[in-house]
């Protein structure tokens, strides 16, 4: 049973525009959310986290937005750079346990 | 070297063979991850230890699978009999295992082939 799922699993996005990723759980235990990103052949590289008391955090250009009633988690990237080109995983945990992936959203920029 | 570090980068075996991957974390964490990657799908759990113990084994698809940390820190992925269906990318991520606001830091994984 996937407790993390991307449903979408990829978008294409304009240079300069936003990227919204979607990600949605099951499990209402979960309290602390991450989102990461891979390159091919490469290990995923963590990027903005969110635990459960919040309902945004925001880095840079990255934003994550949690609606806990909905069990939806949302990363906006704006502006959305070539460089973003990767396959975004988001990731949930019960804090001090092990963390679910979902199956990930491939996203490519358009220069 | 400051990253987590997975050895061999790459793996092909026979079906029948008994394989072991390594993966030695970042110094300090105490916390450490396997996690397998099929194509197309997301990271799946394994197995996580706490310093030298296994504090969560439940990811291990059956009794070929065995993982061990001897020293806390780093540590084997051992699979005996490997089937075609083993096929995957193995990583392995470290913690400071402080439980709260963790963060994993991942290798670049090994890539399994079983022919």
């Known amino acids: 049973d996937q407790q993390v799922k991307q449903n979408s699993p990829s978008l294409s996005v304009q240079e300069g525009r936003i990227s919204i990723l979607n990600c949605d759980y099951t499990n209402s235990m979960f309290d602390y959310f991450l989102w990461y990103k891979k390159y091919p052949a490469e290990g995923p590289t963590f990027l903005i986290s969110i635990s459960s008391i919040k309902d945004k955090n925001e880095d840079g250009r990255f934003t994550v937005f949690l609606n806990k009633s909905a069990k939806h988690l949302s990363l906006h990237i704006v502006p959305s750079q070539p460089g973003d080109s990767a396959v975004y995983f988001c990731?949930?945990?019960?804090?001090?346990?092990?963390?679910?992936f979902g199956t990930g959203t491939s996203l490519t920029v358009i220069p | 070297g400051a990253g987590v570090s997975q050895t061999p980068s790459n793996k092909v075996t026979e079906k029948g063979k008994y394989v072991e991957l390594r993966c030695d974390p970042i110094?300090?964490?105490?916390?450490l991850y396997w996690y397998r990657q099929s194509l197309g799908q997301g990271p799946e759990f394994l197995i996580y230890?706490?310093?030298?113990?296994?504090?969560?084994d439940s990811g291990l698809p059956n009794d070929r699978f065995f993982a061990v940390r001897p020293e806390g820190s780093v540590s084997t992925l051992k699979i005996q009999r490997t089937e075609r269906g083993d096929s995957a990318v193995y990583l392995c991520?470290?913690?400071?295992?402080?439980?709260?606001?963790?963060?994993?830091?991942f290798g670049s994984g090994t890539q399994l082939s079983v022919l």
């Open positions: 991520a470290s913690s400071l295992g402080t439980g709260d606001g963790e963060k994993l830091f």
């Open positions: 110094s300090g964490h105490t916390a």
């Open positions: 990731a949930a945990s019960v804090t001090g346990n092990q963390f679910y």
């Open positions: 230890f706490q310093g030298t113990g296994a504090a969560d």
